[in-house]
């Protein structure tokens, strides 16, 4: 391909204008503000164009917008006219404003072929070369920017080739794009390392994380789900002991309406017998029926007063009062006087036995015959025979029978012999001696019972006996008044008694009579009758008290069958019972348990309820852990779709990484071959071009494939880095290197045309002579159109170019200032 | 005699691949389709509603659902509920049908095997309930009606014939065959377990009322039946799904700007209500500064999911030929076999980026 013309149609200070070009060299020289760039910029964008793609406008782009647009102007375009290989004559209409307006044509057939090189929404001449604007400004485009950037920079040399080799000259190179995959999947993978913080790591943990919920999730759906299962079985169990609760309830309930129904019959039959108000009040009478029990009682135990016969007790006194007193002294002769005497007189008899004549003081003795002593005898018998008549008291019977013994005594006494009269003196000493001792202890015996002493002590003797006798008599008389102190107190207490009975009887017909006043009863003079009617009375009343006895026991039963309810309420409660044992019964399934039999219903009903209780206690602690559990449960469909996001973005991550290695792999892959490719004809081109540029200094380029790195072999044999050449030379390699790339990125059968702008600007002038001359040799081959300011370049066109040859040199004049 | 029936409402589903709002969402829409279906039932005042199986999902249902489809179904009374159990809503110990308390006339068949139960006078429907969740022989194998009277059946099986146009993911389950159902006696079989619906000479599958995934277009209804005194029946589709689950796709070649894509998605998405999932489809300009993230949905949309499988504008064939690293490349990209396509195109479009100097290498 070659330029034929471009025509600035409208870009920048050029409106209209148009060059011509030959298709060999080409120099365009014009000073500065000559337009010489703005033709340089009109062939590449009349060539290639502006992308019209979407998105934001490219920098590069706005800044050639910016540049190059006329001012108060929407028109931008720029047309230029190429000629192809294969000889067809194409226009290139580019409409840089509205890159609507765009067309390549066939001069000679007219037929568009914008579709043909289409690229980035709009069309791009370079493109029948196989380039695009973007290759093409970096490959065929060579301004002096890039040469003296090379020149500076020596390693950028290498960077030129990679990036035109990689990229066709674009921003990166394959080295760069194979660093930013790494960096790219440093930060966008990472590695799998547990310590690492990257998504690939992140992303396997979410999703362990994620499965692990899952897990959890859906073991806790299970063990809810069996939960329930066990919390519906331990209901059914509850439901179960209820049953059988009820069964017992019911039957409990159902004796208890039946026992409190009947006490409530009977609570209505008792109501029934107790009077409103009431039991009736008997109390009241209480005392009047003590009062008439009393009466009547004391009636029929009323005292009979006895009749008193004898004397009373005021004769009796007077009785007394008449009465002597009681002698002092002996009422009989004292034993131990009569003792001594009948001594005395034993003596004396066995001594008138022994004709012993008594002393004196036995002389009335001595005296006595037989006949005297039964006078004596007789005597005494008489009178004692005279005192036992029936008048006589004991005493005087008593007195009699002494005086009659006394008599025989005495004439026994006198019929015997004494003592002188039968025994010798001897005994008639010791005789006189007992009648002697006899007579004193007779003697002192007497005195000892209150008689004087004396010779005579049978005359004391005598005394004593009648005074005893008289004394006697006394105390019979005297003893007359014990009998009648005796008898006074019993007649006193006998006639006392008789006036309390005359008293109490007298009361009570009284009281009797009072008492019926009392009970209503009209009052007779028979006690007796009115007595029976009292009893009439006390029958009565015992009838009503058992009638308020009944009644008040009626009142008590009921009062113990209400238990303080009324009777209303209690009927209410009875209803109420029944309807409970009613429900109860309704709720008795046909195969429930059975009432047990003979089973004591309360004790049985504890322990069913105990059951229940127990049973209905477990299912409530299993709903509430179902509950619990229930509100504790993770979303088992939330836990999936986590974990499937988690796969997801695992599989994202991993789909990643295995692009970008896969990138990276093929990258490497497409650079080795490139290179590989590349490097022989970089090689090649500077080995063809190289002597003759150096003057035969350097006879041979190595270029590596790996690297591209240029190495120049000198004539002597020694290798040098292409960065380590002087400026001329490293100029040279670097046009040659350039043009090799461009006939490397053309597509086969093409050539493509070389811009060069300013290239020789930091060159001398042998140098610059030199390049042009190398340029001269190049554009033999393709079309090469250089721009220039220098004098130098001007001044060897002139001399150098040939235009029959192809070759033609533009001398621009300066632009007018505020022309653009 | 009117009869309700619906089936494979999939209470409780998860939905793979979806933002966890979209997903519980699309839950809590499965659920209005129930009280949509029982509130149709009273309008269309039916005799009684029937649940052709897969009601819910027995490994996700949550303890709300079971209180949720346990207050719906009660609260139909006295319209009468029959319920078969599918391969999903299995019954066992812990069915949510075993462990909800529902009244007299919701009735759930519980063996797996046809069991009668009176509809009306000389009317019996037969239903049968999957036991486990896999496994379920026919119910139809030598299986036949007994007494006199119309005979219809309930249960969750598949027809093998309808089976390929199910889809491949389309397990048979119970699988019978429709020349079953009049040689057993039955004149009409309800049956569930088949998304697509389908009404046959002696069968018909509701489908699923709700779509079940974007794009389902062909999701089901719950359907009136009026039988007919010689035991054929009358059928009327009733669209009880809450929203359409849409799956559309937005071109965004030649968009210039984000904002462009923005509108173009903002258009196809006008007067479009339910859960929509867009995906981005066409080359995407390299410099157009777009993210998914970007796009927000109108308030008719319930649920809302993007994707991205745009590409970018390269001329790959046009690089292809350059004699650069960036031409090898592309064309060795091309010629991977190993390759997937959507991993080729990611390669490409990701190492051209990189070659561009582009940091955004991960291509959706």
């Not at chain 1, 991550?653 to 080795?672: F, I, K, N, P, T």
């Not at chain 1, 046009?735 to 086969?748: G, I, M, Q, Y």
């Not at chain 2, 894509?261 to 157009?288: K, N, S, Y």
């Amino acid at each position: 391909m070659r330029f034929v013309s471009v025509k600035a149609v409208a870009f920048g200070a050029l409106s209209g204008q148009e060059l011509q070009l030959a298709p060999r060299l080409n120099v365009v020289y014009g000073p500065n503000e000559s337009g010489k760039s703005t033709w340089h910029d009109a062939l590449y964008a009349g060539l290639c164009g502006m992308r019209r793609g979407a998105g934001r406008t490219r920098k590069e782009d706005e800044e050639f917008r910016s540049r190059r647009q006329p001012w108060g102007s929407e028109e931008f375009a720029a047309t230029v006219r190429i000629e192809l290989a294969d000889r067809r004559s194409m226009e290139v209409r580019q409409d840089l404003a509205g890159r609507v307006d765009c067309k390549v044509t066939d001069v000679v057939l007219g037929r568009d072929h914008t579709d043909e090189v289409v690229f980035d929404g709009s069309p791009d001449g370079s493109r029948f070369v196989g380039l695009d604007r973007g290759a093409f400004r970096s490959t065929a485009c060579v301004r002096q920017a890039e040469l003296l950037e090379v020149l500076n920079e020596r390693d950028r040399l290498q960077e030129h080739l990679q990036r035109a080799a990689d990229t066709a000259g674009r921003d990166s190179t394959a080295a760069g794009a194979l660093e930013r995959i790494e960096e790219y999947k440093r930060e966008h993978v990472g590695t799998d390392r547990l310590n690492s913080t990257k998504p690939l790591r992140a992303a396997m943990n979410r999703l362990a994380d994620t499965e692990r919920a899952l897990d959890e999730a859906t073991a806790k759906h299970q063990d809810l789900l069996r939960l329930r299962v066990r919390a519906d079985e331990q209901e059914a169990v509850a439901n179960r002991a209820r049953a059988a609760w009820n069964v017992v309830r019911f039957a409990l309930a159902r004796d208890k309406a039946v026992r409190e129904r009947a006490s409530l019959d009977r609570a209505r039959d008792l109501a029934a017998q107790v009077p409103e108000g009431g039991p009736i009040p008997v109390s009241q009478e209480d005392s009047l029926a003590v009062r008439v029990a009393t009466a009547v009682q004391a009636w029929e135990n009323r005292p009979d007063p006895a009749e008193l016969g004898g004397p009373t007790a005021e004769e009796l006194q007077k009785r007394l009062e008449a009465l002597p007193a009681e002698p002092a002294g002996d009422l009989e002769p004292h034993p131990a006087v009569v003792a001594a005497r009948r001594e005395y007189d034993g003596a004396r008899d066995e001594l008138e036995r022994l004709q012993v004549p008594l002393a004196p003081a036995g002389g009335r003795r001595a005296g006595r015959s037989p006949l005297s002593a039964v006078a004596l005898a007789v005597a005494l018998g008489l009178i004692g025979m005279a005192a036992m008549t029936p008048s006589w008291r004991p005493a005087t019977i008593t007195g009699g029978v002494g005086a009659l013994v006394l008599a025989i005594w005495l004439f026994l006494r006198s019929s015997r012999p004494g003592p002188g009269t039968t025994a010798g003196n001897g005994r008639d000493q010791d005789v006189l001696s007992r009648v002697k001792a006899s007579r004193l202890r007779l003697s002192e015996a007497l005195v000892s019972r209150g008689m004087p002493g004396g010779v005579d002590v049978g005359g004391a003797f005598e005394e004593y006996r009648e005074q005893c006798a008289k004394r006697h008599g006394q105390a019979e008389r005297s003893q007359r008044r014990e009998d009648l102190l005796s008898q006074l107190p019993v007649r006193r207490r006998a006639e006392q008694k008789r006036a309390d009975d005359v008293d109490r009887r007298q009361a009570a017909e009284k009281e009797l009579r009072d008492v019926a006043r009392a009970c209503g009863i009209t009052s007779t003079d028979d006690g007796d009758l009115v007595v029976e009617r009292l009893r009439g009375w006390q029958a009565a009343r015992r009838g009503r008290v058992e009638q308020a006895s009944k009644q008040r026991s009626a009142v008590d039963e009921l009062k113990g069958l209400l238990e303080g309810r009324t009777l209303e309420a209690f009927e209410e409660e009875v209803e109420n019972l029944e309807t409970e044992a009613k429900r109860l019964s309704d709720e008795l399934s046909s195969d429930g348990p059975a009432i047990p039999d003979g089973a004591d219903l309360h004790a049985e009903e504890n322990v069913r309820h105990e059951e229940w209780v127990t049973a209905q206690r477990d299912a409530g602690k299993l709903r509430t852990q179902v509950a619990e559990r229930s509100r504790d449960a993770v979303s088992v469909p939330d836990a999936e779709e986590d974990v499937e996001r988690a796969k997801a973005e695992l599989s994202r991550v991993r789909g990643l990484e295995r692009v970008l290695d896969s990138a990276a792999r093929h990258l490497r892959e497409a650079e080795d071959r490139v290179h590989r490719d590349i490097a022989p004809r970089l090689a090649s081109a500077l080995r063809a071009r190289l002597p003759d540029v150096t003057g035969g200094r350097y006879i041979d380029a190595i270029v590596d494939p790996a690297t591209l790195d240029v190495t120049v072999q000198e004539a002597g044999g020694d290798r040098r880095p292409a960065t380590g050449l002087s400026h001329g030379t490293t100029e040279m390699v670097y046009l040659f290197l350039r043009v090799a790339l461009v006939e490397h990125l053309t597509k086969a059968g093409e050539v493509c045309p070389l811009l060069l702008d300013d290239v020789t600007v930091q060159c001398d002038r042998e140098r610059t002579a030199r390049i042009l001359d190398v340029l001269r040799e190049l554009a033999k081959e393709r079309q090469i159109i250089l721009f220039s300011q220098e004098d130098e370049v001007l001044a060897w066109a002139r001399e150098n170019l040939d235009p029959e040859q192809g070759d033609r040199l533009h001398e621009l004049t300066p632009v007018p200032v505020g022309s653009r | 005699m009117k009869l309700l029936l619906f089936s494979d409402l999939h209470l409780d589903t998860t939905f793979a691949g979806l933002e966890p709002h979209v997903g519980r969402a699309w839950r809590i829409r499965l659920r209005e389709v129930l009280q949509n279906i029982v509130n149709l039932a009273r309008e269309e005042s039916v005799d009684a509603v029937l649940c052709g199986g897969d009601l819910y999902e027995h490994d996700r249902f949550s303890a709300d659902t079971l209180r949720f489809v346990e207050r719906v179904l009660n609260d139909l009374a006295p319209i009468r509920v029959f319920v078969a159990p599918g391969n999903h809503d299995w019954l066992g110990p812990q069915s949510l049908y075993e462990q909800a308390s529902f009244g007299g006339h919701v009735h759930v068949f519980q063996e797996a095997r046809l069991r009668p139960v009176a509809l009306d006078e000389g009317v019996t429907l037969w239903g049968a309930a999957h036991r486990a969740p896999a496994g379920t022989d026919s119910f139809l194998a030598d299986f036949r009606v007994e007494g006199a009277g119309l005979h219809f059946a309930l249960f969750h099986g598949s027809e093998r014939g309808l089976l390929p146009e199910q889809g491949d993911r389309k397990e048979p389950h119970a699988p019978f065959r429709a020349e079953d159902i009049e040689r057993s006696g039955l004149h009409h079989a309800f049956l569930g377990h088949y998304h697509r619906p389908r009404d046959g000479e002696r069968l018909t599958y509701p489908g699923n009322p709700e779509p079940l995934r974007f794009g389902d277009d062909a999701h089901g209804d719950a359907v009136l039946i009026e039988m007919a005194a010689d035991g054929s029946v009358r059928r009327g589709r009733r669209h009880v799904a809450r929203a359409e689950a849409h799956d559309i796709e937005v071109d965004v070649s030649g968009a210039t700007h984000s904002t462009e894509i923005r509108q173009r998605v903002d258009g196809a998405l006008d007067g479009v209500a339910g859960v929509v999932r867009v995906t981005l489809v066409g080359d995407l300009e390299p410099g157009i500064d777009f993210r998914l993230e970007d796009l927000k949905p109108p308030e008719a949309i319930d649920a809302f999911s993007m994707i991205s499988r745009c590409g970018v504008a390269y001329d790959l064939d046009a690089i292809e030929k350059e004699q650069t690293v960036r031409g090898q490349f592309v064309k060795d990209v091309r010629a991977d076999a190993s390759l997937s396509d959507d991993d080729r195109r990611r390669v490409l479009i990701g190492g051209l980026r990189a070659l561009d100097g582009r940091d955004d290498l991960e291509v959706t």
